[in-house]
T-cell receptor, first 116, second 110 residues
Framework: GAVVSQHPSWVICKSGTSVKIECRSL??????MFWYRQFPKQSLMLMAT?????????EQGVEKDKFLINHASLTLSTLTVTSAHPEDSSFYIC????????????FGPGTRLTVL | GQQVMQIPQYQHVQEGEDFTTYCNSS?????IQWYKQRPGGHPVFLIQ?????EVKKQKRLTFQFGEAKKNSSLHITATQTTDVGTYFC??????????FGGGTRLMVKP
């Protein structure tokens, strides 16, 4: 069964509004979670690393004020796309590592964001 | 920065034919992982390779990690329509984040 959940699975919003996406690890704790963005038929681009209890680490070129990340608990990280615009439309996927030595990333099912 | 290149970008095969995707890193990796993403789905972990020259098999899938730990390959023997999807490699340098290759999209004609 799924070990990482994401909510919502899809969202359509008007330009200028903010959208919050939740990523939850099920049955395990994740001090670190990762947020990716994927455009159609393209690879995963790491946006940021979410750290429980501390600030997120953003990849170069990702606006931290636009993509707000909060990792308030060991099982929940949220990504808020603020003042969304059509160019923010994309597939957003989170992942969390489970198990120490294997360091396997378990991905959430993704959230498809469409900004009108 | 670290780059992970994957080829080919696309591959059409007839069902029953073999398929191989190659992954090359500009730097030595501590490990490499392979993922499969079905159309409309999310990436699913397949395997992790850690040792130089390592070869692992999963049924019809064979994964190799190069001796220099800078390249890897995934070979599928006798493809089936269920193999359709995009295969991503993801390399990690010691202490660093995973860097994903561009993916190889496999299409299988029945």
């Amino acid at each position: 069964g799924a070990v990482v959940s994401q909510h919502p699975s899809w969202v359509i919003c008007k330009s200028g509004t903010s959208v919050k996406i939740e990523c939850r690890s099920l049955d395990f704790q994740a001090t670190t979670m990762f947020w990716y963005r994927q455009f159609p038929k393209q690879s995963l681009m790491l946006m940021a690393t979410s750290n429980e209890g501390s600030k997120a680490t953003y990849e170069q070129g990702v606006e931290k004020d636009k993509f707000l990340i909060n990792h308030a608990s060991l099982t929940l990280s949220t990504l808020t796309v603020t003042s969304a615009h059509p160019e923010d439309s994309s597939f957003y996927i989170c992942s969390a590592p489970r198990g120490g030595h294997t360091d396997t990333q378990y991905f959430g099912p993704g959230t498809r964001l469409t900004v009108l | 920065g670290q780059q992970v290149m994957q080829i080919p970008q696309y591959q059409h095969v007839q069902e029953g034919e073999d398929f191989t995707t190659y992954c090359n890193s500009s730097t030595t990796l501590s490990n490499i992982q392979w993922y499969k993403q079905r159309p409309g789905g999310h990436p699913v972990f397949l395997i992790q390779l850690v040792k130089s020259g390592e070869v692992k098999k999963q049924k019809r899938l064979t994964f190799q990690f190069g001796e220099a730990k800078k390249n890897s390959s995934l070979h599928i023997t006798a493809t089936q329509t269920t193999d359709v999807g995009t295969y991503f490699c993801a390399g990690r340098r010691a202490g660093n984040m995973l860097t994903f290759g561009g993916g190889t999209r496999l299409m299988v004609k029945p």
